[in-house]
């Protein structure tokens, strides 16, 4: 890693002190303020909320970490569900609940999922075979979102309460007097800009089961030909009547139907007050489905499953213990540490059956994986589970192998068995060599590597990952040109990220001549740096430069942001970065005016012309002060955005949370490191809180601040277990086991 020449940033900046002054000063620092519970203060509904792109779709259920089965509220507004502002299936301001369904996305940009419909409903009508005919008012102050569980009411008093396991769910409907209980099934359900292109369902009311199968067309699924997916139920109380419907009516007394739209319904006697149902969910058949069911949802036990999620998610949220934090801060720590823990998604059954990337069932050698969001995904939520030491990020990595064995290349953004080929770059390639380097254990990394190389040189030789058919240009040029289409400079820089990542890959591996060929093009950001204006620049092919259009026109040469944005996107390379730049000083002047004109800017439905986290190009951006010598200043920048951008309210994520991303960032600005994505180096800020506990597999990470952090302090001197650290970065190796970082404050220096 290259540095800048003026770089002496944390142990040079006031210099050492005597050894004496800091046993005195050890020894009267008070102990810190108490830790709050961050599964009590964890607020689900955090990022259900927001305007235009400030939405940030998050997810209210009670999955489990990591879990196949997402069960949850699918709600609308009295005028519909705007994809946009559904992509979770909920939205904070609906007023309406459009039925339970039992796979969800947590905070995407675009809609799928949403299937196998669920309502409990007062008696069956014919309008009721379709949503706009049973959905039903929302009682507000009666929904209750817990990790772990999830209750409503609705105008009639029915209420439901739902908890879960990694494939199976348990329902509990209680009935109020006077209403003729029944339950609808909705095989046609699905989230906006999807369709269930066929389905079929079985009843069995002798013995109180129902299964069912849906093909999803959603939105992004689509994009390879849907998906499958199988539902098992069953219910503690024979139903008294069933029925099935199509588009042409009811069918009372049937007990089967094929095709799309259709669906059943069963109804108890009146007087009935509680029906539990217990169901199970399988991407593989409907056999699988039946096992998932009886291995984890055996009973209609619903305090017991629910007492079960709860112990994992009391364990999952207790690992971050953060001293001194303030009510709100839990409430907004508590959530991001659940939204951290909600995707990737199982895709396996218990019998570790799945299917492949080419959609065939096969037996796997561990857990399998899919909901990727992986451009999103290298910046945060994946650093952030490889320094928690997460136990899944061996099946992760596993996973994103066994794909591109089967289908060419590394996926770029995984749904299910297929991947959609959203966004761009060859973010999963970043994801395996980060792991790598971090310690991941692959079951053959030399193959990984292998396969994780084909997407940098091409050509992919099947539907999985893969790089757009810029590649060759790229290569001959060294840059994407504009006549490969829009996008072209950030094609670029996330090419050179990916390429960096896989040179550090290879020289740890022995292939030296990958390493210079990939190491050379992890620098390509700069083909597209054009001083005269001072920022990255759409280039033609023969090398000039296209026409300047300003640094706040979005689009064009820039995926989802402007040339403001896209200044900051080398998260890999600060310290080549600043060179560019002009040095530390200039860079430093640069960041600065970014980030006053982001404080000035009113921003429009969300949209930020200059500092943007919900779009993930410059989210390193805070970071780069400590990175160029001015660590209280990325704390100061860094205290404005968790105090202003985010909030412990349903707006309280500044944009699509992207499967955890933004909620990632907030727990590395929490702790005051952050991952140059595909490397093992970590820059070192300073922390918001005096002390933060992560415990881990391996051995916690504490960190301490003396005195506590206030404004106006900047780290003096950083210790790693006792040994000063020398300039701003930590090595993971550094932070494996037992790790003790220590932050010595002190006012900053005009």
């Known amino acids: 890693m290259r540095r800048l020449a003026l770089l002496t940033v944390l142990g040079a900046v006031l210099g050492a002190v005597a050894c004496g002054e800091e046993a005195r000063q050890a020894s009267s620092t008070p102990p810190p303020p108490p830790a709050p519970d961050l599964f009590e203060a964890a607020d689900l509904r955090i990022g259900t909320g927001g305007v235009g792109f400030g939405v940030g779709s998050a997810y209210p259920g009670p999955a489990v970490p990591f879990a196949l089965i997402h069960p949850g509220p699918d709600t609308r507004s009295g005028t519909g569900a705007p994809s946009f502002y559904h992509c979770s299936g909920y939205y904070a301001e609906d007023e309406w609940l459009g039925g339970f369904s039992l796979l969800h996305f947590h905070g995407t940009g675009v809609p799928d999922y949403g299937v196998v419909g669920f309502m409990p409903i007062d008696s069956m009508t014919a309008e009721k075979r379709e949503q706009a005919g049973y959905m039903s008012r929302l009682d507000r102050a009666s929904e209750v979102t817990r990790p772990g569980y999830y209750s409503v009411r609705v105008e009639s008093g029915i209420q439901s309460e739902i908890t879960s396991s990694e494939h199976a769910a348990v329902f509990r409907f209680t009935y109020p007097d006077g209403v003729s209980p029944a339950l609808v099934v909705d095989l046609a359900h699905t989230l906006t800009d999807g369709h269930i292109e066929s389905a079929d369902v ?6 109180g089961k129902l299964s069912a199968r849906v093909h999803n067309i959603g939105a992004m699924s689509g994009r390879f030909g849907g998906f499958q997916v199988w539902a098992e139920a069953a219910f503690d109380l024979p139903p008294s009547a069933v029925g099935t419907f199509d588009a042409a009516g009811l069918a009372p007394g049937g007990a089967s139907a ?43 036990d619903f305090d017991a499953m629910r007492s079960a999620a709860e112990a994992k998610w009391r364990a999952a949220l207790g690992a971050l213990q953060v001293h001194g934090a303030s009510e709100r801060d839990a409430r907004m720590l508590g959530a991001a540490m659940y939204h951290a823990l909600l995707m990737p998604t199982l895709t396996s059954d218990v019998d570790l059956r799945a299917r492949d990337a080419l959609g065939q069932i096969a037996a796997q050698p561990r857990p399998r994986y899919s909901d990727l969001s992986l451009w999103d995904t290298y910046r945060t939520l ?34 299910a068995h297929g991947d959609t080929l959203t966004m761009l770059g060859s973010p999963g390639e970043i994801v395996l060599a980060e792991s790598a380097q971090k310690g991941v254990v692959f079951d053959d990394e030399a193959e990984a590597y292998e396969l994780s190389r084909v997407a940098a040189f091409g050509p992919s030789p099947g539907p999985i990952g893969g790089r757009d058919g810029d590649l060759p240009e790229y290569l001959r040029l060294g840059w994407v040109p504009i006549e ?8 670029t820089q996330e090419y050179a990220v990916a390429d960096a990542a896989l040179a550090r890959w290879a020289t740890r591996l022995g292939r030296t001549e990958d390493a210079a060929a990939l190491g050379a093009r992890g620098s390509s950001w700069k083909n597209h740096w054009d001083p005269e204006v001072g920022f990255f620049r759409a280039r033609h092919a023969d090398g000039t430069f296209a026409a300047w259009a300003g640094p706040e026109l979005m689009g064009g040469p820039y995926v989802e942001g402007d040339a403001w944005h896209y200044l900051w996107m080398v998260p890999h390379d600060p310290d080549g970065l600043g060179q560019t730049l002009g040095g530390r000083e200039a860079a430093l002047g640069r960041l600065r005016e970014f980030f006053e004109l982001s404080v000035e800017e009113m921003p429009m439905l969300g949209v930020r012309r200059f500092y943007w986290p919900s779009n993930e190009p410059d989210l390193s951006a805070p970071w780069f002060f400590a990175a160029w010598g001015e660590p209280g200043e990325s704390r100061r920048w860094l205290d404005w955005i968790f105090d202003t951008l985010y909030t412990d309210g349903p707006e309280g994520i500044p944009g699509n949370d992207d499967g955890g991303t933004m909620s990632t960032w907030l727990l590395f600005a929490a702790l005051g490191l952050y991952p140059l994505p595909g490397t093992d180096l970590y820059v070192v800020a300073a922390p918001r809180y005096p002390r933060v506990v992560l415990e881990r597999p391996g051995g916690a990470l504490v ?19 006792g040994e000063a650290l020398e300039g701003p970065y930590i090595e993971h190796a550094q932070l494996v086991g037992e790790t003790l970082v220590r932050f010595e404050l002190a006012p900053a220096l005009d």
């Not at 990020?393 to 794909?403: E, P």
């Not at 960190?703 to 277990?721: D, H």
């Open 202 to 207: 079985a009843l069995d009311p002798t013995a």
């Open 258 to 300: 094929t095709g799309s739209p259709i669906g059943a319904w069963l109804e108890w006697p009146a007087g009935t007050t509680t029906v539990t149902m217990r169901v199970a969910v399988s991407l593989v058949d409907a056999e699988g489905a039946r096992a998932n069911l009886e291995a984890e949802a055996p009973s209609f």
């Open 382 to 415: 994946h650093p952030w589970l490889l320094l928690a030491q997460d136990p899944r990020n061996a099946d992760f990595a596993a996973t994103m192998v066994s794909m591109a064995r089967e289908g060419g290349a590394v996926p770029v953004w995984a749904l």
């Open 484 to 491: 490969a289409g829009d996008d072209s400079v950030s094609k």
């Open 703 to 721: 960190i301490e601040s003396s005195p506590a952090p206030s404004p106006g302090l900047v780290p003096r001197r950083v210790t790693v277990n």
